[in-house]
C-alpha cells in the first residue's frame, strides 16, 4: 500500500471474511494459547476413555486445534466441517487424518455427507456467533441429530459480560439492554488484507441466551462456565468467555 493510502473497506459474508482471514490466522492462535488449552483440556475430560470415539469439529478453521484434541484423545473416526473453503483446505492439510468437507452447519447435505454419528462433536472459538440468527437453531439441532445416544456438545463462545474484554461500562450497558430485550448483541470484526479491510458481524451471547439455544434445540446443559480468554483460568461470569457441555436432553 501507498504511504498515506486509505484500506478499501468492504461488509463481507462469515464465510468470505475467513476465507481472507486464513492466512493470518495463526496470529489469532498464537495470542490465545493458554485460553486455547484450557478448553481442550474439557474437551479431553468430555472424551473420557471411550473406545472407537468418532469425533466432529464444527468451523474447525486451520484444523490445528483438531490435531491437537486429535493427539491427545486418540479417537477412532475424526471429521470437520468450515463453511470456508480456504480454512477447510488448511485443516485438511493440518489433520491430515480427518474428513474435512467445505460445508456449513446446518446445510441439508450435511448429515448425508458425514455418513456416521458421533461420540463427541466441538464448536470452538465463537463458531456459533458467526451462523446467522435464523440458522442457529436448525444448526443447534443438527448437532444433536449427529450426536450419538450418550454423547457430548462442547462449544465456548464470546461472552458479552466478559468485563474483562469489553469493559465494565460496555458490559453494565449489556446487562441492562438484556433485561429490557434479550437475545444478546453483535459487534463488528474486522481484518485487513493488503489493501483490503473485510468486516463481518459477529454474535456475543449472554448466558441464559446459551442456555435458552440449548433448550430450544434439544439440549440440556451438563455444565457451563467461564475462562479468561488470555490466560484460560476460570473466571466468574463477567471475566471470561462461555464454556459448556451439553448433552441431548
Known sequence: MSKGSTPQASSVTSKRFYDAYARGYATYLERH????????????????????LALLDVGTGTGERLQRVVSEIRPDHVAAIDESPEMAALAQSNCPGAQVLAIPLAAPELPAALSVRFDLVTCLSNVLGHIPRTQLVPGLRQIRDLLKPGGAFVFDVNN???????????????????RVRPGGGDFTASYRDGDAVFHTPVHLFSPSEVARLLRESGFKVASLGFRDYVTGQERGRFGGSIVVKAVSA
Open 160 to 178: 458479552r459480560y466478559n468485563a474483562v474484554t469489553y469493559g465494565r461500562l460496555s458490559v453494565i450497558r449489556n446487562v441492562a439492554r438484556d
Open 33 to 52: 494459547t493458554r485460553y486455547f488449552r484450557a478448553v481442550e483440556k474439557e474437551i479431553a475430560a468430555a472424551a473420557g476413555n471411550r473406545q472407537g
